[in-house]
């Protein structure tokens, strides 16, 4: 029965060795010594301290009074105390005795026997070496979780790093980029600048030595009608330069309202080729129009898509050497129609294909510059387009083997189209003698304006300022003011609303002659009691009109 009761505590003292089982075999243990309990403390090398070791609670209340007991244990190799001990509701009393450098069991009992050349002492020397081992590889276990914590941190930031890495090689490319477009950018505006420069003074030329014309030949009617014609040819192309880049400030702002109606297409196509056959025939070019005989209709605003395909037109007789060829052609199926304009002119590059569409972009080629034009007129085709639905591209098998210009807009069903011969305006009728003030602070322009009206037999009044011209119109009570909107006092706005207020004035037409022409201005200037808004330089095609309604009503 000893022997059994020494092969049963020798298990258990083997127990000891395992962490898992250590606590559960301490407890039994502690019976073969007639204790309540066991507990192995094991010094901590890191913090210098005396621990309970792995597999036992480490929690000990009142640890500074435990602290206190293995101290004296450690000095004095035995020591008593009594301590509050796992869930004893008051202190109890515990023994310990400290064994080699490293280790102090403590038993928790009144009185227990202990012998020194007991099983439980003998083995000690093993239960260090195992505790030692079994620090040693929980150090290195947290070695190596603490390695393996620091690489995937390294590798985290690695990521981080490479991520920031690439966000700092994006945005130092998209700089780069946009750096790249301001300079390119800096560089059409500097080109379109000397361009726009170059294309005004075109027409200056030659109205100044129209000018000129008229102070040496006044009694040479041939010379007269020949300086009138070509003063009227270069005002004209002036008035288009100016119109264009109104309309591309318009368009790209969205200020652009289509009018859009059926229209046949063939009207479209006349149209433009009507405007633009001069040119054509001057450059001595052959124009094809290849088009199928039914009835192909569009949903367009007619004047729009008719500068559509005149700047196309322009563009290819502007581009082609004299002699040359530009063919139209037309192909449809029921959903959308394409319109081709090719040319047999200077062709384009591959790279130009796109850019071509850009503003102010003209092919790069010391020839394309001596040929005129601002670089906006296929910005407009592009824009006025795709406000139609459409698309617009370009293709050429390269330099100096000419260009073709696609146009894609949806195709309608049939409808009765408008009569293009109702939509001329019906020729105007003699002008009668009116009453005309005219009020503009430029004195030339004024001055010119009062000359054409009186030599069309009306009766003029002049004023140079909104005062004035409140003042001469109570005299003078005219049936037509023709008012500028800039002033130097008081608005055109203003002055038409005041006289508008005034009942002698009930019948008067109002038309604003200016240079502002926004969407915005031409509304103000309804509201302001305008019957009719036109922008410098005024036509007499558009005066015409409203004379002879004046007249008809008078």
């Known amino acids: 029965m000893k022997s059994l009761q020494s092969h049963s505590k020798l298990q258990l003292i083997a127990a000891l060795a395992v962490p898992s089982e250590r606590q559960s075999a301490a407890r039994q243990l502690a019976k073969f010594y007639q204790a309540d309990d066991l507990i192995i403390f094991f010094r901590d090398d890191q913090v210098g301290l005396f621990l309970p070791a792995p597999g036992f609670s480490q929690k000990l209340k009142d640890s500074k009074a435990w602290q206190h007991f293995l101290e004296n244990c450690l000095h004095n190799s035995r020591a008593t105390a009594h301590l509050h001990f796992s869930h004893s509701p008051g202190p109890v009393q515990v023994f310990g005795i400290h064994y080699l450098d490293d280790i102090i069991i403590v038993f928790v009992s009144d009185q227990c026997v202990i012998k020194n050349s007991d099983e439980l002492f003998q083995l000690c020397p093993l239960l260090v070496h195992a505790l030692r081992a079994?620090?040693?590889?929980?150090?290195?276990?947290a070695q190596t979780k603490l390695a393996r914590d620091k690489e995937m941190s390294a590798?985290?930031?690695?990521?981080?790093?490479?991520?920031?890495?690439n966000r700092l090689v994006s945005a130092l490319s998209a700089a780069r980029q946009a750096e790249e477009t301001l300079r390119l950018a800096d560089k059409r505006k500097d080109e379109f600048l000397a361009i726009l420069a170059h294309e005004l003074r075109n027409p200056l030329a030659p109205m100044g030595n129209?000018?000129?014309l008229l102070k040496h030949a006044e009694d040479n009617p041939q010379i007269l009608s020949k300086v009138r014609e070509m003063m009227d040819r270069q005002l004209g192309q002036m008035t288009r330069l100016i119109d264009d880049l109104m309309d591309v400030s318009r368009i790209?702002?969205?200020?652009?309202?289509?009018?859009?109606?059926?229209?046949?297409l063939k009207v479209l196509l006349d149209s433009a080729i009507e405007s633009a056959k001069p040119f054509i025939d001057q450059q001595q070019h052959r124009l094809n129009l290849y088009i199928p005989e039914d009835t192909i209709m569009v949903n367009a605003d007619t004047t729009r898509l008719t500068q559509v395909f005149l700047n196309l037109l322009n563009n290819a007789a502007k581009y082609s050497d004299p002699g040359g060829s530009i063919d139209i052609t037309v192909n449809a199926d029921a959903e959308e129609v394409i319109i081709s304009i090719q040319d047999s002119g200077l062709g384009l590059d591959a790279d130009e294909l796109i850019s071509i569409f850009?503003?102010?972009?003209?092919?790069?080629?010391?020839?394309?510059?001596?040929?005129?034009g601002l670089g906006i007129g296929l910005t407009l085709v592009k824009k006025l387009v795709e406000l139609h639905q459409g698309s617009v591209f370009a293709k050429s098998p390269g330099r100096g083997k000419g260009s073709e210009f696609v146009v894609t807009l949806p195709r309608?069903?049939?409808?009765?189209?408008?009569n293009p011969e109702k939509q001329r305006k019906a020729p105007a009728t003699p002008f009668k003698h009116l009453k005309v003030l005219v009020v503009d602070d430029n004195e030339p322009s004024a001055r010119s304006m009062c000359m054409i009206a009186e030599l069309l037999g009306h009766q003029t009044q002049i004023a140079f300022t909104g005062e004035e011209a409140l003042a001469k119109a109570k005299r003078f009570q005219p049936q037509i003011v023709l008012l500028d909107i800039g002033l130097p006092d008081i608005s055109g706005y203003e002055v038409c609303r005041t006289l508008r207020a005034n009942p002698l004035f009930k019948d008067t037409v109002f038309v604003a002659q200016t240079g502002w022409g926004q969407p915005k201005d031409q509304q103000m200037g309804m509201e302001a009691g305008f019957d009719h808004y036109l922008v410098k330089p005024l036509d007499m095609s558009e005066l015409a009109p409203i004379f002879a309604s004046i007249e008809q009503t008078s």
Request: hydrophobic letters at 35%.
């Open 134 to 141: 079994e620090r040693q590889s929980t150090t290195l276990v």
């Open 155 to 165: 590798n985290l930031l690695a990521q981080s790093l490479e991520k920031a890495r």
């Open 210 to 212: 129209c000018i000129e």
């Open 252 to 264: 790209t702002r969205g200020k652009v309202n289509l009018q859009e109606q059926a229209v046949p």
């Open 358 to 372: 850009d503003m102010f972009v003209q092919a790069d080629s010391v020839a394309t510059y001596s040929r005129g």
């Open 412 to 418: 309608i069903q049939k409808k009765q189209g408008p």
